[in-house]
């Protein structure tokens, strides 16, 4: 099996798609001129050059067409390709096929067209070749995590597929490969660590496509995210504000159809935080809601209690919410026959609440298309009042 040569320090691709757009038409010859200037100043040690300043050093130490041509590629690139620098970008090129030379001058090719309008089968195909993919769905799996604990399926690649063997060449190929997936939003930074951002879960199901055998990395990674989401939102909760989270629970109830719904001053002494009005069949009902925002679990105690408050809001039933859970006495004693019930939410029930009517939750969906032959075949039949077909070509 033919080992592939990975790009080297691969570049971000705006990066790459820049330096094509402007080498397009660029002879040959004269890129290799330039290239040949200013690699003469960085054999020279005893006058060393400062490549950071491409507006200083280009004047400084290159003449004629190769200072046109190095100041162009930079300031034409909006000073993303450094021309000492350039070798990246034209490796991605060369590579992946995205110019060629006709007539000693390099042109863009159809594949190089498609790179630049960030056509998703080319970026695919440079993804697949480059081992981007499998780094996105590493980090799908496995994050969020720290570059380092996610470069198993990486190492792998490189050693089964490519000439690359060295740790540190492996290394640093990652670390390239990692801003490329930044600067295109499909993973994100936060402090030391990584995770895919919804933009790049939505391209690796388009890359993997639903009959693919990593098809289910898919499946897995929604189910970590909203599993992360739960979590997150347990956190928040948990650490409110305790008035905070009574109005919290007000708009809840909003939401859930209550009216005339009342959150207690703070400071409220009588075991209620929350009076509500909701519609039963054909009956309007008053209840009232304890809020209790912490981490343990509820006893019977405060059944009894908030039982005893309903004739001083003249309610009919009563609710007690958590984050936290209910002991088995509290949850017999939340229904006892002739007294008034007491609806029980612990906090996997309270978040359920919140994730239905979108609070502290934001949905985002996954379109996937599928081809639709039926839609289609409907047209295939219809015919205009000539008989003719409505859908021929309009040359026939």
């Known amino acids: 099996m033919e080992r592939r040569q990975l790009t080297p320090g691969l570049p971000t691709f705006e990066t790459g798609q820049r330096f094509l757009q402007v080498i397009d038409g660029v002879p040959v010859s004269h890129y290799k001129s330039m290239e040949k200037a200013i690699y003469e100043h960085v054999q020279n040690p005893q006058n060393p050059v400062n490549w950071k300043d491409p507006e200083a050093w280009i004047p400084q130490r290159l003449s004629g067409e190769n200072r046109e041509l190095a100041l162009r590629i930079w300031r034409e690139s909006s000073h993303l390709v450094n021309p000492r620098y350039a070798f990246e970008p034209m490796s991605l090129c060369k590579i992946h096929e995205l110019f060629s030379t006709r007539d000693g001058v390099m042109r863009i090719t159809e594949r190089g067209a498609g790179f630049v309008t ?69 993973i994100e930074k936060n402090g030391l660590t990584y995770q895919i951002t919804n933009a790049g879960l939505s391209y690796l199901q388009r890359s993997e496509g639903k009959d693919s055998k990593s098809a289910p990395v898919i499946e897995i990674l929604v189910s970590k995210k909203n599993a992360m989401a739960r979590r997150e939102l347990t956190e928040y909760l948990q650490n409110m504000n305790p008035y905070s989270f009574e109005r919290l629970i007000g708009r809840l109830l909003e939401e859930m159809g209550y009216d005339n719904v009342e959150v207690a001053a703070a400071g409220n002494d009588k075991g209620v935080d929350v009076v509500a009005d909701i519609e039963l069949g054909i009956s309007r009902v008053r209840e009232v809601v304890q809020v209790k925002r912490h981490k343990g679990s509820i006893g019977s105690p405060i059944i009894s209690q908030l039982r005893g408050s309903l004739p001083l809001f003249g309610a009919m039933r009563g609710s007690i919410i958590t984050t936290g859970r209910f002991t088995q006495p509290a949850q017999d004693a939340a229904f006892v026959p002739g007294a008034a019930p007491i609806t029980l939410i612990d906090r996997e029930r309270l978040l359920n609440l919140l994730i239905e009517h979108n609070i502290g939750i934001r949905r985002r969906e996954i379109r996937i298309l599928e081809f639709d032959k039926e839609d289609l075949n409907q047209f295939e039949s219809d015919t205009d009042n000539d008989g003719l077909s409505l859908l021929q070509s309009p040359d026939s």
């Open 118 to 186: 960030n056509n998703e089968a080319v970026l695919k195909s440079i993804d697949e070749y480059e081992g981007l993919l499998l780094i996105l769905r590493e980090i799908a799996l496995k994050g969020p995590g720290k570059r380092r604990d996610l470069m198993e399926s990486f190492i792998a690649f490189c050693h089964d597929h490519t000439t690359m063997r060295a740790n540190s060449s492996i290394d640093m190929a990652h670390a390239c490969d990692f801003k490329n997936l930044i600067q295109r939003k499909l």
